[in-house]
C-alpha cells in the first residue's frame, strides 16, 4: 500500500506532508506534490497532517479519485524530490476556504 496526493493538493501546494514524512517520497511541481510509490514507507503520517484532506490511502481512494494513484507514479518519477517544507502557494488559504476546509 501507499498513498495517493489528489487533486485538493492542487494550487496549493501546502507541505506539511513534506515535514513529517520520514522517506523522501515527495515530488514537486509548479501546481501539487505527488507521492513516489517506489519510495513510500506506508508510514500514514502525512495524511492527518494535509489542511486539505488531498492526501489517501491507496486503497481507499474514492473510485472518482482512481486515475491519482497512476498520475503519482508518472508524475513523481519525472519531478524532483523535496525534502523540506515550503510556503504554500500564493492563493492557497483561498483555495482551502473554497474546498471548505
Not at 12 to 30: G, K, L, Y
Request: glycine fraction near 2%.
Amino acid at each position: 500500500m501507499t498513498v495517493v496526493v489528489t487533486d485538493n493538493c492542487r494550487l496549493c501546494r501546502f507541505t506539511e506532508c513534506v515535514d513529517v514524512c520520514p522517506a523522501a517520497c515527495f515530488h514537486i511541481d509548479d501546481k501539487m506534490v505527488y507521492v513516489d510509490p517506489e519510495e513510500c514507507i506506508d508510514c500514514l503520517a502525512c495524511i492527518v497532517v494535509c489542511p486539505v484532506k488531498a492526501i489517501y490511502k491507496e486503497n481507499e481512494l474514492p473510485e472518482s479519485l482512481q486515475e491519482w494513484a497512476q498520475l503519482n507514479r508518472e508524475r513523481a518519477a519525472a519531478l524532483p524530490v523535496i525534502l523540506l517544507k515550503q510556503a504554500p502557494l500564493p492563493g492557497a488559504m483561498q483555495r482551502r476556504a473554497d474546498l471548505g476546509l
